[in-house]
């Protein structure tokens, strides 16, 4: 019982997925950057963006603070929280089985949750900024949506240059092709770690600012980013950086193309039968699980 | 046999009499609790075998016990089977699938292989949300009310039991030897002439038999059971915390791992209802740091046991 | 050292579990599970807090056949499995005289096996599935409208005013789905034609292409089957896609102050369907709304007036009966015809509710405007809505 599917709608949906996927790409490259640097698969990353959020709904609640101005303060609370976490308990687990690595932050997620739990409870919140949409014929352009795209775009171009263009960044990428040598030419690996770590939280605290203004906020809202982020650095290549991008993108609109020609049931798990089905093709993804 | 392993089979011998005989003095509580307990060693045991023996992280092991509750189900209430029959199909059920994901999902390696187990838990339970002729879909599947819960009691036992002793029996044959040597190293496995697909196929299918029996069994006791009760990823993350805290790639670390787990999620749960998930987190955290080879493996360094039993 | 570590274990699980003594003339202690944490847990709250201040009433008028009254409540962390432990548990372990319904109808639906297994009448305020109470159970009773008819309500007012299309998206889930179907029949019924039907999995955020679709069947009504969070989503993602039908209403959400606080100005229009509200003239109604606040320090919702009147409910039966034997009060319930702070109560003789009305509110200026039916209505509703750009 569903309406003929007309082009108008599917270039629709392809917006939204476009909108969509340029978010699953920043939050994602935050996951791509630990799993390159250090090969661990950091499941607490959702809950990072879920604190992201919530950082600006109080800055946003208790000092009126316009939320996209929190984006640099969400992300430098988010970057030192991270920055401690790894010093604190990741580095131990950074060469050990993954296993370990997928259940000490798998631990650290449900502390985190249940810590906001009991701080802000349960209780839904929102930042009711800038709502409704800019249509433009048979096309409706999300107003928070589209902002949130060109902001994440932004980051992410920036956290590319970052890692193409400076010493820290060559260096970062240098680690995570390979420690040893690394090591040999003088890169502080340990330093490296705990900055990757931090950026990567710091991109899923903007990836929190940004959403905080189209969903409700929540302590439990973050889980569902992680798994998202997975299918997206596992799609381009875990540990690729423009692989991400290309896999946040083909997130996004495989999402919404399965949802307007299936149903939002199977979206998801259109999703994840794709995703072995590249992982069984590429064994590393689509642009190879290393970065060249 | 030492005088130490004696006591231990004595040991045994008259807990599984006193398991025996408990329903007939314990409270249901009681008898329900502990029929949960014996679901989750059957469990933690079943994950034990594919990912303690072989290094293979099965990341949505749920799926089999999902798997095997809707099997169970739609055979007692659409086919009017009796309740065991549809556990024991439950098992096959679950084995099916296994073989129809291991042959795909078994050739990816490390994170891939956890990520894409991860998958088939989401991808299966839209799948039983989706075709709801069968399986009724969101507004699940209600049983007919038959008071079985002692018997359901017995068969989650022996299940419990079943799992235990076939690890038992892999981890001192051969077969378990190859396996623990894919685990250690697979490129020198294969280099030694091990057929490790076909190892590590055979491991997975036996590691989701024991689900699929459990889950119908828990279907059965339950009476109602709905696409987000029975394929949750939590208890996937139950099932490897146990395995973990108890010793991984051992025969009783996961009947240990999901004894004192349980008891404690029992006395906890109750006195500290908002504390209780931190605690979790709280003991998956301390237990990866601190103790990555579990209890047993402290008492095995400590006494200098072997590191399989 | 293994086997005593084993060993040891299972003594202490045996302890643990082996039952404690049966109390005798002490107070009479009802038991119920509730949602308190998890994904029920704001609406399960609420329930407890109906049950709570039902209780203290009775208390400060003597208790229950001269017994003082005690609540048990268990968490059950929102999950089925765990309830059924939990009834297990005040049953056999607590050995509660007894036990009140838990919140929604999936854990209901598990728990009373167990209920029935002991033969404990269980007066289930918050279950609103109907075939909950048509499986030939003999001791469960319903207190609320059944989810059929949430919508029924917005279905009238849109059959009335000429509109013939209508679309219907609900939660992958027991009561949502029960409550889609419902409405669909309704408005089959009304004369009005289903455009679109689709249902998301529990924990959505993106509708997006879920309302495209919408968007193009350009249906004049939208009935969203929903919990809170999704009925809140639902509402924002309609403006980021312009989607505009003429009516739009939710089943559970619409009908709680905090969505208004979410949502701000763009909750207006939005019809909520409800069980109660605080304007309906029931006996007792204000003196509830006025105890309630005061106990509590926040306004009672649908949830607590249910559960205070579920109590309440099973308390005079009890009274009638003049015994707390199961089968008697099961035969006083089935006799029994009422009207609570709630609203009415009349059951049939499988224990399903027939008296009971939903009432459908309007967000209007920010405030809850109750619109249908007619005789309870407390002002008109605001129709059609106006698009999103008009607004």
Not at chain 1, 84 to 102: G, I, K, N, T, W
Not at chain 1, 254 to 264: D, H, K, R
Not at chain 2, 137 to 151: C, R
Not at chain 3, 85 to 99: F, G, H, N
């Amino acid at each position: 019982m569903s309406p003929a599917i007309t082009p108008a709608m599917i270039g629709q949906v392809i917006i939204s997925g476009i909108l969509a996927g340029s978010l699953y790409a920043m939050v994602a490259l935050g996951l791509s950057l630990i799993f390159g640097v250090m090969r661990v698969i950091n499941i607490a990353h959702g809950p990072m963006l879920m604190l992201g959020a919530y950082t600006t709904y109080f800055l946003y609640a208790g000092f009126g603070l316009n939320p996209y101005l929190s984006l640099p303060i969400s992300m430098a609370v988010l970057f030192v929280l991270g920055a401690v976490l790894q010093r604190a308990l990741v580095f131990r687990v950074v060469d050990a089985p993954e296993l370990s690595s997928l259940l000490l932050t798998f631990g650290i997620s449900i502390a985190l949750v249940n810590v906001a739990q009991l701080a802000f409870t349960s209780d839904l919140r929102s930042v009711e900024y800038l709502t409704g949409s800019w249509v433009a014929g048979p096309f409706a352009f999300s107003k928070p949506r589209v902002v949130a795209c060109l902001i994440a775009s932004a980051i992410t171009a920036g956290a590319f240059l970052f890692l193409q263009k400076t010493r820290l960044g060559k260096a970062i990428r240098a680690t995570s092709q390979s420690r040893e040598v690394a090591m040999v030419c003088g890169i502080n690996v340990q330093r490296i770690h705990l900055l990757s770590f931090g950026m990567a939280a710091a991109l899923a605290a903007a990836g929190g600012t940004l959403i905080s203004m189209m969903i409700a906020i929540q302590p439990e809202m973050g889980q569902i980013w992680t798994f998202k982020s997975f299918l997206v650095i596992v799609l381009g290549g875990a540990g690729n950086y423009p692989g991400a991008l290309l896999g946040g993108l083909l997130l996004g609109l495989i999402e919404q193309l399965a949802s307007l020609f299936l149903t939002t049931q199977l979206s998801e798990a259109v999703a994840y039968v794709l995703l072995v089905v590249v992982l069984l093709v590429r064994p590393t993804g689509l642009l190879g699980g290393r970065q060249t | 046999m030492s005088g130490r392993g004696r006591m231990f089979v004595a040991g045994l011998a008259v807990l599984v009499l006193v398991l025996a005989v408990y329903p007939s003095f314990g409270s249901g509580y009681g008898v329900r609790s502990m029929l949960q307990l014996f679901m989750w060693m059957a469990l933690a045991g079943s994950w034990n075998l594919i990912s303690g023996l072989t290094g293979y992280v099965s990341f949505g092991h749920v799926a089999f016990f999902g798997a095997g509750s809707y099997t169970a189900a739609i055979l007692i209430t659409k086919a009017g089977w009796p309740w065991l029959a549809a556990s024991l199909a439950g098992g096959l059920g679950a084995c099916v699938l296994a073989l129809l994901i291991g042959y795909p999902c078994l050739r990816l390696k490390g994170p891939y292989f956890a990520i894409a187990m991860l998958g088939l838990n989401e991808v299966l339970r839209a799948l039983v949300s989706y075709f709801e002729g069968l399986t009724g879909g969101g507004l699940g599947l209600s049983l007919p009310t038959l008071q079985a819960t002692v018997p359901v009691y017995y068969v989650m036992g022996l299940t419990a039991i079943g799992v235990t002793a076939l690890t038992y029996v892999i981890i001192t044959s051969r077969f378990g030897l190859r396996l623990m040597t894919i685990r250690e190293d697979e490129v020198a496995a294969e280099a030694m002439g091990i057929d490790t697909f076909r190892h590590k196929l055979y491991a997975f299918l036996l590691s989701a038999v024991g689900p699929g029996i459990v889950g119908g069994l828990a279907a059965r006791d339950q009476g109602y059971i709905e696409p987000i009760s029975v394929f949750p990823l939590a208890m996937t993350i139950t099932m490897i915390v146990m395995v973990l805290f108890g010793g991984k790639g051992t025969v009783w670390g996961p009947v240990l791992g999901a004894a004192t787990l349980f008891i404690f999620q029992e006395l906890v749960w109750a006195q500290f209802i908002y504390l209780h998930q931190l605690l979790f987190g709280a003991i998956i955290i301390g237990v990866v740091l601190l103790m990555p080879r579990g209890v047993l493996g402290l008492l095995q360094m400590k006494y200098r046991l072997p590191r399989t039993i | 050292m293994t086997l005593k570590a084993l060993g040891s274990s299972f003594v202490a699980l045996t302890v643990l579990f082996s039952s404690l003594p049966a109390t005798a003339q002490g107070p009479i202690r009802i038991g119920a599970s509730l949602s308190q944490t998890g994904t029920y847990a704001k609406l399960g709250n609420y329930q407890r807090e109906g049950y709570q201040l039902c209780i203290k009433e009775l208390n400060a008028k003597g208790g229950l056949l001269g017994r003082k009254v005690d609540l048990v409540v268990y968490d059950d962390q929102s999950t089925p499995a765990t309830g059924v432990r939990l009834y297990e548990k005040l049953i056999s372990e607590d050995k509660v005289d007894a036990v009140m319904g838990p919140y929604s109808s999936a854990i209901t639906e598990a728990s009373v096996n167990v209920t029935e297994k002991y033969q404990k009448v269980m007066v289930a305020p918050l279950a609103a599935t109907t075939s909950i109470f048509k499986k030939g159970r003999k001791f469960i009773f319903m207190v609320i409208s059944p989810a059929e008819v949430y919508l029924e309500g917005l279905v009238d007012i849109a059959a009335k005013r000429g509109l013939k299309t209508i679309a219907i998206v609900n939660e992958d889930t027991l009561f949502p789905k029960t409550s889609a179907s419902g409405t669909a029949e309704i408005a089959k019924k009304k004369g009005m034609q289903v455009v679109f039907q689709e249902a998301y999995p529990k924990g959505n955020q993106d509708f997006s292409a879920m309302l495209t679709k919408i968007k193009a069947a350009n249906p004049d009504v939208l009935a969203a089957a929903t919990y809170f969070d999704d009925a809140v989503a639902i509402t924002r993602q309609m403006k980021e896609l312009d989607v505009n039908p003429r009516m739009f209403g939710v089943t559970v959400g619409g009908d709680l102050p905090e969505f208004h606080n979410l949502l701000k100005q763009n909750a207006d229009y939005v019809y909520g369907a409800t069980q109660w509200d605080d304007q309906l003239p029931y006996p007792g109604q204000k003196e509830f709304v006025a105890a309630y606040t005061k106990e509590f320090g926040h306004e009672p919702v649908y949830h607590s007036a249910a559960g205070y009147a579920g109590c309440m409910i099973y308390a005079e039966a009890v009274k009638r009966a003049g015994t707390l034997e199961a089968g008697k009060v099961r035969d006083a319930l089935l006799k029994l015809e009422t009207k609570t702070a709630f609203g009415d109560y009349k059951v049939d003789e499988t224990g399903f509710q027939t008296a009971h009305k939903m009432v459908l509110l309007q967000w209007q200026d920010g405030k809850k405007v109750t619109v249908w039916p007619d005789e309870l209505a407390g002002g008109k509703p605001r129709f059609p809505t106006p698009p999103w750009n008009a607004r």
